[in-house]
């Protein structure tokens, strides 16, 4: 028997809590089409357990429409099986009530286990499409019969204790693409990728690009606004190893989050690069963590959020990139903790009057927790202090020009209500 999901695939990730696990490795397509199937291998760590005779579960949230089968399999130093059970099904659906749409598939082991031998597993889940296209969000969880122990002893029983959400994109054209690649905001799903037929988001773009050293990928954007509201576009963008984004022009190419997330990601990415882009609306513009992208000719500007923020030993390359009026806590400009930034001599960037949420921290336009070499053609002052860059001992400048410069003049306050004038950087009065 077969009980129906929704349409769209998303990585199944999993948490087996028979005693302490950790997912090692997800290895499922980034796109599918739509009506057709696919296994998903999700290689679990198994660390002994806490307790005896527990019983494991394995749930799944999917769309209404999708088919899985009745048992799902896991191999490895521990064998055996989940097999579908209503009750089950019927605690998740109170415990965690699914969306419009979606639903719950909830099994347990046929077998109890008395203790897990160190090692791994892998749960292959088959899992069929339905005839729905677009990115889903589907969860995963993992949990037994018996409570979670740690250090300080048991807590709530682990019944699905432990969840991971993934998404994936349903397609009627799933193939791999690569070479370049089209994208319109006039384009289609599922497209060919080519100029004369381009994809409609860049999501799409990446989830089917095949890339790699010796074939990287490049994706060319025409002019438009790629927006949730406008083409449907999914952020944050997720850009991947050997891949380039180059957009038609800076200014007719804008990438508007909508507040939703971060405009664009590099996780663990190397040999990749965006250029010739707008980035507003996001959460955050850029965010890179143990990543080294280049980043050419960018205006990345409106985010409520830094806009560049790098962690864990993240290294960007920046030329001609202005970074203004963007708002975060510490670091509007550009936040880094462990990481660098190089900045190009030749094609300079621009970085000026960004601001900080709370009034008692600097660095309105940098933080850093390391030293920096910031070159630049424009900077908000000549003369950085804290207020801008902070700490202002982590920084060495090389400014061209100042944004704002000072006014060795008498200066009258009009009266009534102040407004911010970016222009001069200041709440200004000024006649």
């Not at 969860?139 to 991971?164: A, M, Q, W």
């Not at 663990?268 to 965010?287: E, K, M």
Request: net charge negative.
């Amino acid at each position: 028997m077969r009980h129906k999901l929704f349409s769209v695939l998303v990585s199944i990730g999993i948490i087996l809590l028979f005693g302490c696990y950790e997912i090692e490795t997800v290895d499922q397509p980034t796109a599918a089409s739509e009506n057709s199937s696919f296994i998903t291998n999700v290689v679990m760590a198994l660390e002994e357990a806490n307790f005896e005779k527990a019983v494991p579960n394995f749930g799944v949230k999917l769309p209404i429409g999708w088919t899985m089968l009745d048992t799902v399999p896991f191999i490895g130093d521990l064998n055996g099986f989940f097999v579908y059970n209503s009750v089950l099904t019927d605690s998740a659906n109170v415990l965690w009530p699914p969306e419009q749409d979606y639903f719950w598939w909830v099994g347990n082991a046929v077998d109890t286990i008395n203790a897990l031998p160190e090692g791994s597993a892998i749960i292959t889940p088959l899992i069929i499409t339905g005839d729905h296209n677009g990115i889903f969000n589907i969860e995963y969880r993992v949990g037994s019969d018996k409570s979670i122990y740690n250090e300080t002893g048991p807590n709530p029983p682990g019944f699905l204790y432990h969840r991971r959400q993934e998404l994936i994109l349903i397609t009627p054209n799933s193939d791999d693409i690569s070479g370049n690649v089209y994208v319109s905001t006039s384009g289609a799903l599922g497209a060919a990728g080519t100029e004369s037929d381009p994809l409609s988001t860049i999501f799409e773009a990446i989830a089917r690009m095949s890339a790699d050293s010796i074939h990287p990928g490049i994706i060319h954007l025409a002019n438009g606004l790629y927006s949730p509201t406008t083409n449907g576009e999914y952020f944050p963008i997720g850009v991947t190893n050997y891949v380039s984004i180059i957009g038609e022009s800076e200014s007719g190419v804008i990438l508007d989050a909508d507040s939703m997330a971060n405009v664009m990601s590099f996780i663990n990415t190397n040999h990749s690069s965006i250029s010739n882009l707008t980035i507003t609306g996001g959460a955050g513009g850029i965010h890179c963590t143990l990543s080294n992208p280049t980043l050419l000719n960018l205006t990345i500007t409106g985010n409520l959020g830094s806009g560049i923020s790098c962690v864990n030993n993240s290294n960007p390359t920046l030329t001609n990139v202005t970074i203004t009026d963007n708002i975060a806590y510490q670091g509007g400009g550009i936040y880094c903790e462990n990481s660098d930034i190089t900045f190009s001599a030749e094609n300079r960037c621009n970085i000026f009057l960004n601001h900080k949420i709370r009034s008692n921290d600097g660095g309105a336009d940098i933080y850093s927790t390391e030293f920096m070499d910031v070159i630049v053609d424009t900077f908000t002052v000549m003369s950085p202090t804290d207020h801008w860059a902070s700490p202002i001992g982590n920084f060495a400048f090389d400014i061209l020009n100042p944004r704002l410069v000072p006014v060795d003049a008498d200066l009258y306050i009009r009266g009534g209500p102040q407004k911010l004038d970016n222009s001069l950087g200041v709440n200004s009065g000024l006649i």
